[in-house]
């Protein structure tokens, strides 16, 4: 079992920049490859960004590309996100998700064994 705690989230203007954290705990952290999701009202969760178990593959969604950094500390157990000219089309609640699923990490939510509360981001215009 492994429990996943984000934080870093808050009201942010349009162009602003935020970083988001995902601690974990309970396993070895570095067995999992780690992903984030974001889910906005009325709309499904979908894939933001993942990172191998080392971190030296990661992979974004094309509306976050270039604009949002995943990253991981395995020492510190923990995953950040960090996200630069935020729109308001990026607010959402904010999920980080763990995998023990061998591989490239996935940007698929059912390969993903266990998720964070989720962290809420807000953009204003």
């Known amino acids: 079992q492994v429990q996943l705690v984000e934080s870093g989230g808050g009201l942010v203007q349009a162009g602003g920049s935020l970083s988001l954290s995902c601690v974990a705990s309970?396993?070895?952290?570095?067995?999992?490859?780690m992903g984030w999701f974001r889910q906005a009202p009325g709309k499904e969760r979908e894939f933001v960004a993942a990172i191998s178990r080392s971190g030296g593959i990661t992979s974004y969604a094309d509306s976050v590309k270039g604009r949002f950094t995943i990253s991981r500390d395995n020492a510190k157990n923990t995953v950040y996100l960090q996200m630069n000219t935020l729109k308001p089309e990026d607010t959402a609640v904010y999920y980080c998700a763990a995998s023990a699923i061998l591989g490239r990490p996935s940007s698929l939510r059912d390969q993903y064994q266990y998720w964070g509360q989720g962290t809420q981001l807000s953009v204003s215009s």
């Open positions: 309970g396993r070895t952290f570095g067995n999992y490859n």
